[in-house]
């Protein structure tokens, strides 16, 4: 449509199927080293900046919920409504229709756009008030519009198709002969990635997140959960504050469902009832007054790519670090002990002194108890100073081996955990 409304298209077609031959009536305009002013920075609104990039447009966005960070990863430049509309050479919209949307544009916002500007609605009848639009196109204050889009469908006595400078179309956005069969089988995939635990792409109440953003994205998001079910069953109810640190090439990511995962992963296994998910999960947690502060740096200490967790409770921190090497999830620290802790499964974490006939003891009492280890993994800060010790085991100990692991001499403390 916008390529349409820039070279006027449909009207020179119609004229000349009129025998009308006038090139110079119909000469458009380039793309190049104008604006795109865009209204929403939704999914559809961001392929459409991304696409006309490639034009040599730059663009200029307003969408209150959407960060400068997220923008500047777009190559975008965020800004208020009015600086978009007085900036753009082409304004296009991209919003749901709202009480908040309704006549978004109107005959104000018309006089305080450039003379010449263009307009394209695809996405809502209503957003752009459709008797304004008709009027500052007859008045030559808009050079043209496009419309695919309506209040009332079919248009019948609209303003708008009295203009022949504004291109209109019977609402064809999604009407492709792919695009019947693609949504059909979109809405088997998500179906069936929902049963599988998985995540839907396009659901309207939780973060818009692309299907590219989660495939990338899906072994971090994994991880974090795993981090904070971690760090939740170590600390327990009562934490104060939660942080999330990005670095290395994560840095450079959209990691909000990161963050997302790590707050099920610790509100699952502290609620327990199975009612934290991905779209409640950052509200469940505001809720509780949890304070979460997310940060990203470049260094992730010779790692390509790190995530580190930091709970706070009573003044208290623990730290997790975790990293993902091709399709392995390892958790690489915990608190200043640098050691590999499995990142699935069912472990003993416990903190023991640093001298012989402790770990032995501490296996014995697992043997008896009809607990098989599967793997051990030991980390120490310095000699002399007390150990990390976690066992993999096959399944669950009870309270009661728990009990008498935690009375085996020169054993500081021991926590079951279940990944």
């Known amino acids: 449509m916008m390529l349409a409304l820039a070279r006027n298209i449909p009207q020179a077609n119609s004229a000349l199927h009129k025998g009308e031959w006038n090139r110079k009536k119909y000469t458009g ?33 307003y969408d209150p919920f959407v960060t400068e960070e997220r923008a500047q990863q777009m190559g975008i430049t965020l800004a208020d409504l009015e600086t978009v509309l007085r ?13 908040e949307t309704r006549n978004l544009i109107d005959d104000d916002e018309f006089k305080i756009m450039k003379p010449g500007v263009r307009i394209v609605n695809c996405a809502r009848g209503g957003i752009i008030n459709e008797a304004s639009l008709a ?39 999604a009407s492709t002969a792919e695009a019947q069969v693609n949504v059909a089988l979109a809405v088997a995939d998500q179906i069936l990635a929902i049963a599988r ?10 973060p818009a997140i692309s299907p590219e953003t989660l495939a990338v994205m899906e ?12 760090a939740g069953q170590l600390v327990g109810s009562g934490f104060e504050a939660l942080e999330l640190t990005y670095s290395g090439t994560l840095s450079e990511k959209d990691t909000r469902p990161v963050s997302i995962s790590a707050i ?19 509200r469940t947690l505001k809720e509780m007054g949890v304070k979460l502060l997310e940060s990203k740096t ?88 007390p150990q990390l010790m976690v066992l993999s085991v096959d399944h669950m100990a009870s309270d009661e081996i728990m009990k008498r692991l935690k009375e085996v001499p020169g054993v500081v403390s021991a926590k079951m955990v279940e990944l």
């Open 87 to 99: 900036g753009g050479d082409f304004i296009t919209v991209h919003t749901p229709l709202t009480n």
């Open 135 to 173: 009027r500052a196109v007859a008045e030559g204050t808009v050079a043209g519009a496009a419309v695919d889009v309506f209040t009332k469908e079919p248009p019948t006595g609209n303003p708008m198709l009295e203009q022949e400078k504004i291109i209109v179309t019977p609402h064809l956005g």
């Open 264 to 282: 099920i992963g610790l509100l699952g296994c502290v609620m327990g009832d199975g009612s934290v998910n991905f779209v409640n999960a950052q």
């Open 29 to 61: 305009v380039e793309f190049f080293n104008k604006t795109l002013g865009v209204v929403g920075l939704g999914r559809v609104g961001a392929e459409v900046a991304a696409r006309m990039k490639s034009f040599g447009m730059q663009i200029l966005a």
């Open 298 to 385: 470049e260094s992730a200490n010779g790692y390509s790519n790190a995530i580190t967790l930091k709970l706070t409770k009573g003044g208290k921190s623990t730290i997790l670090q975790g990293t993902v090497s091709g399709k392995e999830k390892r958790i690489i620290q915990l608190n200043e002990y640098h050691t590999y802790i499995p990142s699935e499964g069912d472990m003993v974490v416990a903190v023991i002194e640093d001298r012989p006939n402790i770990i032995g003891p501490c296996c014995v009492v697992l043997g008896e108890g009809k607990i098989n280890i599967g793997g051990m993994h030991v980390g120490r800060i310095a000699e002399g100073e």
């Open 197 to 206: 635990g998985g995540l839907p792409t396009n659901a309207i109440n939780m």
């Open 219 to 230: 072994p971090f998001m994994s991880l974090a959960e795993r981090m904070g079910s971690l």
